[in-house]
T-cell receptor
Framework: DQQVKQNSPSLSVQEGRISILNCDYTNSMFDYFLWYKKYPAEGPTFLISISSIKDKNEDGRFTVFLNKSAKHLSLHIVPSQPGDSAVYFCAANYGGATNKLIFGTGTLLAVQP | DAGITQSPRHKVTETGTPVTLRCHQTENHRYMYWYRQDPGHGLRLIHYSYGVKDTDKGEVSDGYSVSRSKTEDFLLTLESATSSQTSVYFC?????????????FGNGTRLTVT
């Protein structure tokens, strides 16, 4: 049972445009959400996080939006750059003492020059 | 890099043989994790540690054991490797735990069981 879902396996965007990556979750107890980026032959790298008390968090070109009622979060990258081409994973946790971070299946983003 | 070294980076082994993967950190973080990455499944937690000699199971712990005898090292052992354990294995560390701080990952070990 996939508790964190990324329904788009891949996304292609032109350089300079906005990339929007989506993630849905099923467990309403999740209260801490993260996005990771992964290049081939490397480990995932933390990008940005958001707790359930917020609905938006920004860090430079990256913004994460959380819609708790829809159990949906999204990552916006503006403007997209070729170096952003990677696999993006969303992840969720119950927070507090729980250490079981649950990952989605990933979305491969290709930014075309 | 977050000071995480995984060894070996690549390994090919035969079905039925024992295999041990090592994760070494220089950050003195309390929490350490082992994940596996497979197509169509993302990353799945195998085991984690919340201190020396303190470990717990993750989502896919069957066929795996772990040990942590000192803060900096977390070992993952496949007692008798099977082809279904062919995967990329990632170690991760966290200062305060996955509930409220990000995990930082090593560069992975690619394991092939023939």
């Amino acid at each position: 049972d996939q508790q964190v879902k990324q329904n788009s396996p891949s996304l292609s965007v032109q350089e300079g445009r906005i990339s929007i990556l989506n993630c849905d979750y099923t467990n309403s107890m999740f209260d801490y959400f993260l996005w990771y980026k992964k290049y081939p032959a490397e480990g995932p790298t933390f990008l940005i996080s958001i707790s359930s008390i917020k609905d938006k968090n920004e860090d430079g070109r990256f913004t994460v939006f959380l819609n708790k009622s829809a159990k949906h979060l999204s990552l916006h990258i503006v403007p997209s750059q070729p170096g952003d081409s990677a696999v993006y994973f969303c992840a969720a946790n119950y927070g507090g003492a729980t250490n079981k971070l649950i990952f989605g299946t990933g979305t491969l983003l290709a930014v075309q020059p | 890099d977050a000071g995480i070294t995984q060894s070996p980076r690549h390994k090919v082994t035969e079905t039925g043989t024992p295999v041990t993967l090592r994760c070494h950190q220089t950050e003195n973080h309390r929490y350490m994790y082992w994940y596996r990455q497979d197509p169509g499944h993302g990353l799945r937690l195998i085991h984690y540690s919340y201190g020396v000699k303190d470990t717990d199971k993750g989502e896919v712990s069957d066929g795996y054991s772990v040990s942590r005898s000192k803060t900096e090292d977390f070992l993952l052992t496949l007692e008798s490797a099977t082809s279904s354990q062919t995967s990329v294995y990632f170690c991760a560390i966290s200062e305060t735990g996955a509930g409220n701080s990000p995990l930082h990952f090593g560069n992975g070990t690619r394991l092939t069981v023939t």
